[in-house]
């Protein structure tokens, strides 16, 4: 089955600095890969996806970029806001799974943005 | 979007009861699935609420001890049966569509057994 690797896990910035975090996933039939952002009690949020036909894609200050034939994708976030710390989570669905959606998701990284 | 309700939004049991939560969408969806996310940890999925039959359980997961419904479109249950304090966790419903598209999360269910 899937397994998805993330790293690191834990990731300290300054405000107004990059942070990245990065994903690999060991099925080469994975085809979406979402990235969700989970702040403390609260529910996980998608805040991006990618699918496995596109390279890179971004929405303002969040990007994430894939390769295929590395297996692995990232998160980009730039110009840090404290309001960016959270636990995010990067996941991926296996075609594999019948298509269900069924996503496995990595460890979780833990982003705290200093002011 | 998915609007996703989840009750209880938490509990405390007694070891030996079973606990069943609610999973209620806003809207027709083909997929609804139940995680398990422990303190400090990431999601784990234990298994697919499959509409009219048996949900498809994870390796690890199994129906005696998560009876999983799904009688509808919409709606969902996930029972967590004779607790022991193993099984204090947070408990997530998801939807979505399936086929690679947004899925979507209920707020949590945070059950702590003692």
């Known amino acids: 089955g899937e397994n998805v690797e993330q790293h690191p896990s834990t990731l300290s910035v300054q405000e107004g600095d990059s942070a990245v975090i990065k994903c690999t996933y060991s099925d080469s039939a994975s085809n979406y890969f979402p990235w969700y952002k989970q702040e403390l009690g609260k529910r996980p949020q998608l805040i991006i996806d990618i699918r496995s036909n596109v390279g890179e894609k971004k929405d303002q200050r969040i990007a994430v970029t894939l390769n295929k034939t590395a297996k692995h994708f990232s998160l980009h976030i730039t110009e840090t806001q404290p309001e960016d710390s959270a636990v995010y989570f990067c996941?991926?669905?296996?075609?594999?799974?019948?298509?269900?959606?069924?996503?496995?998701f990595g460890q979780g990284t833990t982003l705290q943005v200093k002011p | 979007s998915a609007v996703i309700s989840q009750k209880p939004s938490r509990d405390i049991c007694q070891r030996g009861t079973s606990l069943t939560i609610q999973c209620q969408v806003d809207?027709?969806?083909?997929?609804m699935f139940w995680y398990r996310q422990q303190p400090g940890q990431s999601l784990t999925l234990i298994a697919t609420?499959?509409?009219?039959?048996?949900?498809?359980?994870e390796s690890g997961f199994v129906i005696d001890k998560f009876p999983i419904s799904r009688p509808n479109l919409t709606f969902s249950t996930l029972t967590v049966s004779n607790m022991s304090p193993e099984d204090s966790s947070i408990y997530l419903c998801?939807?979505?569509?399936?086929?690679?598209?947004?899925?979507?999360f209920g707020q949590g269910t945070r059950l702590t057994v003692v």
């Open positions: 996941a991926a669905v296996t075609r594999g799974s019948g298509n269900t959606g069924k996503l496995i």
């Open positions: 609420a499959n509409q009219g039959s048996e949900a498809t359980y």
């Open positions: 998801s939807a979505g569509q399936g086929r690679g598209t947004e899925a979507f």
């Open positions: 809207s027709q969806v083909t997929m």
